[in-house]
């Protein structure tokens, strides 16, 4: 049931602009549904981005296109398509589409750390993006 209610959550929230705070309370709540004292962590969110999950990949890490610095502008390893900063405090759109965080956690972490990600991952990757000054 609380299941439920979290999707339902990011349904609702797509259809409208989200901020940040919201797109981690929705996978907080996912993430509760299964770790009940699940409390989201910038720290983890940080050491996900940073960390390398297939050294013989293209791209083994968020870093390989998104740089060190979410602060900066990124380049896809592959194609070499421009990529706008993923923290916050550089880019205020980032995080505010609820349908386009979920589609883009979808394809990257398929594509980098090759499964799908947690909620839990999810809301600690946004805490950290979202507390990058």
């Keep these: 049931m609380k299941k439920l209610l979290a999707i339902a959550s990011l349904v609702a929230l797509s259809a409208q602009a989200a901020t940040p705070a919201q797109i981690q ?35 083994p890490s968020c870093t390989s296109c998104h740089t060190n610095d979410p602060r900066q502008e990124g380049k896809h390893a592959v194609t070499g398509k421009r990529i706008r900063p993923l923290a916050v405090v550089a880019n205020p ?23 799908a990600c947690s909620a839990g991952e999810k809301a600690d990757f946004v805490a950290y993006m979202s507390e990058v000054r």
């Design 25 to 59: 309370g929705s996978y907080t709540a996912e993430a509760q549904n299964s770790q009940r004292a699940f409390t989201p962590s910038a720290q983890r969110g940080a050491e996900l981005f940073r960390q390398n999950f297939n050294q013989q990949a293209d791209m």
């Design 93 to 115: 759109e980032r995080f505010s589409d609820p349908a386009k965080v979920e589609k883009w956690f979808g394809r990257n972490c398929k594509e980098v750390v090759g499964r």
